[in-house]
């Protein structure tokens, strides 16, 4: 009789353990999924992370695996469009040069700057071009740099308003005038050594430039090593909402911020231009050397698919 009772008081007990740590066992399981439903993808991680870590030991090492198999692939697939977005690809350089090369009855330089790392690509021709009105950039910047070393004032008189205002219309409205206005006030000489001292050969007898030297213009003001914050600003919101939107910006879809300056002169039609998106930008130039203007709008869907191709394959 002693001994049935002490059989069954065994069971009761051995019961009552398994009964206990399963409980136990199953509370731990779930309590991952008790994050609201709305935030559950970012508070999923936080929830297991301390339940792997901390809840039950032994169970720490097969989890291991499950975490790093769960997170490897999410890797593994990010990996490849960090990759694709905003790299010059071979694949994107014969993009590129295939646009120039089935356009060979134009003279085609296209340049482009990385300014998250400075790399410069170049295609088609490379040397100077006639820059037409994109060297204007170059005169403003140049009066502004009078400016900040307290040679000038954007309020002096020019002509009849001020060497501010000449500016904005020299940029934003491509004026001839006011262009003659800022050289002459600059001086040809001290604008072709102010150029010199920022790596560029210009001469404004000449206004040549080549698209690279373009390039690497646009990517210093953008990039603030020309200009102070504030007369960098101000020079970029006068290259918005030109007078001749009909080049880069016209192919550029939204999301991704334009400023320019194009050039018009006889059989010479180019725009250079920064591209960006907050997280990627670029100096991209386009000079072309054509017939005359009878040619401009075809010319003008070559600027439309370099333009297209950048976007696609770096933004």
Known sequence: MLTACAAILALILTATVYSAAHA??????????????????????????????EAVAPTTAAAAPTTAAAAAPTSVAAA??????????????????????????????VALIDLSDGSTHQYGVQEPFEAASTAKVLSAIAYYHLVETGAASLDDPLGDYT?????????????????????????????QAYATSIGISYDPENNTLTPSEMASIMAGLYGGKLLNQQDTAQLLSYMQNTNYESLIPAAVPAGITVFHKYGLLDDELHDASILTNG???YAF???????????????????????????????
Request: aromatic share 6%.
């Open 80 to 109: 490849p469009a960090q990759t694709a977005a905003g790299t010059v690809t071979p694949a994107f350089d014969a993009q590129i040069n295939g646009i120039i090369n089935a356009n060979s009855q134009y003279q085609i330089g």
């Open 24 to 53: 136990r066992s199953a509370s731990d399981f779930v309590s991952a999924p008790t994050a609201p439903a709305g935030d559950a993808a970012a508070a999923a991680p936080a929830t297991v992370a301390p339940t792997t870590t």
């Open 285 to 315: 130039v386009v000079y072309t050397k054509g017939q005359d203007e009878s040619d401009i709008p075809a010319r003008t869907d070559i600027f439309h698919q370099l333009t297209q191709a950048v976007v696609n394959g770096l933004f």
């Open 163 to 191: 060497s501010g205002f000449q500016i904005k219309e020299m940029i934003q409205d491509s004026d001839n005038d006011s262009w003659s206005l800022i050289m002459d006030t600059i001086g040809h000489r001290e604008l």
């Open 279 to 281: 997280t990627s930008s």
